[in-house]
């Protein structure tokens, strides 16, 4: 079992549509977690994160941690062309195991049209 | 300020020659690692570094050693391609401690023939 999973993907969604992304993690000690975007050929870059049970929202994009189920979620509202990119979940563990991230393998999210 | 710097961009090498990644950053920051990413992989940690002075294994040190020349600088070497390590490498720095969020540069395309 990897330590993060999310579905590959693709994730076609309509623009002006909410784009629903998921992630399980498996270590129970994981503390931190983070969404990350990455554009076709370019670098992640962070767009969310979460540390506490909840919902934690930021213009458009809403993540949403549930520690008790293992799984962290990010919507996307009124997705846009430039939405499309691939999204990375991250997940860090307890301070003893430093600042390390677990990334998982990425949903690719297109939006068309 | 141009943030996290790699170089060089493209690699092309022959297997079994050396190469040394070069990663710099100019935010001050405490912590720099360096990942790998394989199609559908994710990012993996070869190695980081937390702090000036000190590095350690991540999830995929093999046949890879790092190096942290001072604050600013972390390289990452290849002592003999192979392969399996063609890849896109990404350097990340982030200021560490409570700080987490993580900075990457814009990547290292390497093919090993």
């Known amino acids: 079992q990897k330590e993060v999973e999310q579905n590959s993907g693709p994730l076609s969604v309509p623009e002006g549509a909410i784009a629903s992304l998921n992630c399980t993690y498996s270590?129970?000690?994981?503390?931190?977690f983070f969404w990350y975007r990455q554009y076709s050929g370019k670098s992640p870059e962070l767009i969310m994160s979460?540390?506490?049970?909840g919902d934690k929202e930021d213009g458009r994009f809403t993540a949403q941690l549930n520690k008790a189920s293992q799984y962290v979620s990010l919507l996307i509202r009124d997705s846009q062309p430039s939405d499309s990119a691939t999204y990375l979940c991250?997940?860090?563990?307890?301070?003893?195991?430093?600042?390390?991230?677990?990334f998982g393998g990425g949903t690719r999210v297109l939006v068309k049209p | 300020n141009a943030g996290v710097t790699q170089t060089p961009k493209f690699q092309v090498l022959k297997t079994g020659q050396s190469m040394t990644l070069q990663c710099a950053q100019d935010?001050?920051?405490?912590?720099m690692y360096w990942y790998r990413q394989d199609p559908g992989m994710g990012l993996r940690l070869i190695y980081y570094?937390?702090?000036?002075?000190?590095?350690d294994k991540g999830e995929v040190p093999n046949g890879y050693n790092v190096s942290r020349l001072n604050k600013r600088e972390f390289s990452l070497r290849l002592e003999s391609a192979a392969p399996s390590q063609t890849s896109v490498y990404f350097c990340?720095?982030?200021?560490?401690?409570?700080?987490?969020?993580?900075?990457f540069g814009p990547g290292t395309r390497l093919l090993v023939l």
């Open positions: 990340a720095s982030s200021e560490g401690g409570s700080q987490e969020t993580q900075y």
């Open positions: 270590d129970r000690g994981s503390q931190s």
């Open positions: 979460i540390y506490s049970n």
């Open positions: 991250a997940v860090k563990r307890d301070r003893a195991a430093g600042n390390k991230l677990t």
């Open positions: 935010m001050n920051h405490n912590s």
């Open positions: 570094s937390a702090s000036e002075g000190t590095t």
